[in-house]
């Protein structure tokens, strides 16, 4: 049974950064894909951004949302088993519940979809302040 563990939200001010990880335990997820989503109160889960195996060596292709482009970076460490987002120049419209998630069959194109993904964590609160 796979397992993702996020850690790393919290509060911070606009214009602050805060990093985000997600630790898989159970089944190892590096030719798989992983992202990130949030979701606000009140909203619906949005897809934030997603990574994906380019299916040579350790070559891995990014995707995000167009509101984060710029501010966040999605990366894993596959020694780890580990997906990561460094999130830089919050904005309060960021505040929501990230959560981490992880695709079970492998997958050529970016998946931005939360019904392409078959494992979740159990999200971690980010709130930006004004």
């Known amino acids: 049974q796979v397992q993702l563990v996020e850690s790393g939200g919290g509060l911070v001010q606009a214009g602050g950064s805060l990093s985000l990880s997600c630790l898989a335990s159970?089944?190892?997820?590096?030719?798989?894909?992983m992202g990130w989503f949030r979701q606000a109160p009140g909203k619906e889960r949005e897809f934030v951004a997603s990574?994906?195996?380019?299916?040579?060596?350790?070559?891995?292709?990014?995707d995000y949302t167009d509101s984060v482009k710029g501010r966040f970076t999605i990366f894993r460490d596959i020694s780890k088993n580990a997906l990561y987002l460094q999130m830089n120049s919050l904005k309060p419209e960021d505040t929501a519940v990230y959560y981490c998630?992880?695709?079970?069959?492998?997958?050529?194109?970016?998946?931005?979809?939360?019904?392409?993904?078959?494992?979740w964590g159990q999200g971690t609160q980010v709130t930006v302040s004004s």
């Open positions: 990574t994906r195996w380019s299916g040579v060596g350790n070559t891995y292709y990014a």
């Open positions: 159970g089944r190892t997820l590096n030719s798989y894909s």
């Open positions: 998630a992880a695709d079970g069959t492998l997958s050529a194109y970016a998946q931005r979809g939360a019904h392409e993904y078959d494992y």
